[in-house]
T-cell receptor, first 111, second 114 residues
Framework: QKEVEQNSGPLSVPEGAIASLNCTYS??????FFWYRQYSGKSPELIMF????GDKEDGRFTAQLNKASQYVSLLIRDSQPSDSATYLC???????????FGTGTRLTIIP | DTGVSQNPRHKITKRGQNVTFRCDPI?????LYWYRQTLGQGPEFLTY????????KSRLLSDRFSAERPKGSFSTLEIQRTEQGDSAMYLC????????????FGDGTRLSIL
């Protein structure tokens, strides 16, 4: 079992709709959870981070964390063509500074 | 805040040659990380520094790889005797010194081994 799992996609969403990206992790000691956006050929760009169970909203983005289910998700409201990218989920453990990434979900917003 | 800077952006070299990459972190960040990313995969952790101290190294970091951060500012990653499998994007990230702070990535150095 991979430490961090994401559906590789592609996930196609109509413009203006809600895109839902999911991530599961295997280590119950995971403490911090990050979502990065990566355009083709570019480096990862931090979108959101969440530490506590529940929802965290920032503009059109909402991160959701459920530690009991070992599940973290990212919702993108009012999807725009510029949101088309690969979204990487990353986790780390308290006291362990490395990030463990999933393989990413490729999201395509259809105009 | 000028962001994390990496040089060169691209490096093409022949198998067996040595290469060195440089990373300049965000100025107030005392933690610096190196990752490697291949096509279709997420970044994989290589090593990290807090100030000038190298605190963790991945088993991915074979003895051909060495990283330094001599004055706690910029860092270098050297690969000796490059192999085809070293072809990848090498990413540097930095963060503040508090626990579990977000890491911010540079644009990366893309290494191609001929």
């Amino acid at each position: 079992q991979k430490e961090v799992e994401q559906n590789s996609g592609p996930l196609s969403v109509p413009e203006g709709a809600i895109a839902s990206l999911n991530c599961t992790y295997s280590d119950r000691g995971s403490q911090s959870f990050f979502w990065y956006r990566q355009y083709s050929g570019k480096s990862p760009e931090l979108i959101m981070f969440i530490y506590s169970n529940g929802d965290k909203e920032d503009g059109r983005f909402t991160a959701q964390l459920n530690k009991a289910s070992q599940y973290v998700s990212l919702l993108i409201r009012d999807s725009q063509p510029s949101d088309s990218a690969t979204y990487l989920c990353a986790v780390n453990n308290f006291g362990n500074e490395k990030l463990t990434f999933g393989t990413g979900t490729r999201l395509t917003i259809i105009p | 805040d000028t962001g994390v800077s990496q040089n060169p952006r691209h490096k093409i070299t022949k198998r067996g040659q040595n290469v060195t990459f440089r990373c300049d972190p965000i100025s107030e960040h005392n933690r610096l990380y190196w990752y490697r990313q291949t096509l279709g995969q997420g970044p994989e952790f290589l090593t990290y520094f807090q100030n000038e101290a190298q605190l963790e190294k991945s088993r991915l970091l074979s003895d051909r790889f060495s990283a330094e951060r001599p004055k706690g500012s910029f860092s270098t990653l050297e690969i000796q005797r490059t192999e085809q499998g070293d072809s990848a994007m090498y990413l540097c990230a930095s963060s503040l010194g508090s626990v579990n702070q977000p890491q911010h990535f540079g644009d990366g150095t893309r290494l191609s081994i001929l």
